[in-house]
């Protein structure tokens, strides 16, 4: 009777968080994120100032590389176009743009959400679904005043328009994500699965161009090309951070040593999986082939992601949730590891655990990687189980 009552009060839950209402609580929760960043201080939404201020040394004619803490501390690591394309927030109050820059992403993050899965079958029930999944992750990363809601919306945001064959608005979405963080841009070699190829890809290297020469607006050639070198070194020198991936799960629980090396090792092993469905060529025009292989792909650029930490997870966790709404019946195995995605990627950085869990359990052995890296098994398994078909879906093509 109990646990009759129990889910009876959970179903209630869901009843009440309806579309509209579910969207408005991603507002409010990311915007009382930002405000409570503000009200904490400084230290709280510095890296809010590390994507707004490094504009003020593109004015200035100065590298935006290097410590700079009279504007932030840390290191820039993104590219000189995303401190260009930030200049609008340079000169809002930063208790306006703290505020906005969160609104922005969830916006972006709420937009791609809507129009991918626009032409699913009971398209509201099954975002419903999908933000239900991301909103733990979505939090976290609008508490970190972080980038990544925007760039998974981006990246869904192209996709759409890019199985709709509007080649330009989808290439635009990609590069933006390619100057944010370079691995965004991977999501334009599902360019593949669709008409407009060559338009395509046109289309990206116009981008490409416009985004990459931008700054000249404000600096000159010699010293852009400068600033991208020194990008690209950043890059590279804080390649071995945080790895809450298959590399730290590698070394916390095998042993493996931290070294370049084996981290290409892992990504290799990686890579390779992720592109041997591709070899499937006849279900390339097949709409559960495509769906799959996106929520693949948005796993696969965490869980092997040698910088991956705890927020970037909203893009692993999207991937969960796409390839949740692809699942007409799922099984027993399905709901335990959405069940585990749940409590043990999403709930486990929270107060919900107990700190001294949290210290040496959860974070040591990369215990929020492990549930996302199931999926990803999970999903590779029930790709290659697909039986070939010869015909498209057409009723799921909008």
């Known amino acids: 009777m109990y646990a009759f009552r129990r889910l009876t009060t959970l179903q209630r839950v869901f009843?009440?968080?309806?579309?509209?209402?579910?969207?408005?609580?991603?507002?409010?929760?990311?915007?009382?994120a930002a405000v409570q960043n503000l009200l904490l201080g400084f230290g709280n939404y510095n890296n809010y100032l590390m994507f707004?201020?490094?504009?003020?040394?593109l004015l200035l004619n100065k590298s935006i590389y290097g410590l700079h803490p009279e504007l932030y501390f840390d290191d820039y690591k993104y590219s000189p176009t995303f401190a260009w394309l930030m200049g609008p927030f340079y000169y809002m109050p930063v208790w306006f743009g703290v505020i906005l820059w969160n609104l922005l992403n969830t916006f972006v993050l709420l937009a791609g959400v809507w129009f991918y899965l626009s032409d699913e079958k009971d398209a509201d029930q099954q975002r419903r679904k999908a933000l239900l999944i991301i909103i733990l992750e979505a939090l976290i990363t609008?508490?970190?005043?972080?980038?990544?809601?925007?760039?998974?919306?981006?990246i869904l945001l192209g996709l759409y328009h890019l199985r709709n064959e509007r080649v330009w608005q989808a290439a635009s979405f990609f590069m933006l994500c390619g100057f944010i963080k370079f691995y965004g841009a991977a999501a334009a070699g599902f360019f593949l699965f669709y008409p407009k190829k060559p338009q395509f890809i046109l289309a990206m290297i116009t981008w490409t161009v416009l985004f990459a020469f931008a700054p000249?607006?404000?600096?000159?050639?010699?010293?852009?090309?400068a600033e991208y070198k020194e990008w690209f070194r950043v890059v590279v020198d804080s390649k071995l951070g945080l790895q809450v991936s298959v590399m730290g799960i590698a070394e916390a629980w095998?042993?493996?040593?931290?070294?370049?090396?084996?981290?290409?090792?892992?990504?290799?092993?990686?890579?390779?999986?992720?592109?041997?469905?591709?070899l499937r060529f006849t279900l390339w025009k097949d709409w559960l082939?495509?769906?799959?292989?996106?929520?693949?792909?948005?796993?696969?650029?965490?869980?092997f992601n040698k910088m991956a930490e705890s927020p970037t997870y909203v893009m692993a966790v999207t991937g969960v949730a796409l390839w949740w709404v692809t699942l007409d019946s799922p099984t027993a195995l399905d709901r335990i590891l959405l069940a585990l995605v749940i409590v043990f990627t999403s709930l486990s950085p929270t107060d919900i655990f107990p700190p001294a869990v949290q210290k040496y359990f959860f974070q040591p052995y990369n215990i929020k990687a492990v549930p996302c890296l199931l999926v990803w098994a999970r999903i590779q398994y029930q790709i290659w189980m697909q039986p070939k078909t010869t015909?498209?879906?057409l009723q799921h093509i909008s």
Do not use: W
């Open 15 to 32: 009843q009440f968080f309806t579309l509209p209402r579910l969207m408005g609580l991603y507002i409010f929760l990311f915007c009382l």
């Open 52 to 57: 707004a201020k490094p504009f003020h040394n």
């Open 142 to 154: 609008a508490q970190n005043l972080q980038s990544n809601n925007l760039i998974v919306g981006a």
């Open 216 to 225: 000249l607006t404000l600096i000159p050639f010699n010293n852009l090309m």
């Open 254 to 278: 095998f042993g493996m040593t931290k070294t370049d090396a084996n981290y290409r090792i892992i990504e290799t092993i990686g890579a390779t999986l992720f592109l041997l469905p591709f």
């Open 289 to 303: 082939f495509q769906r799959r292989m996106i929520a693949y792909f948005l796993l696969f650029m965490i869980v």
């Open 391 to 393: 015909s498209i879906q």
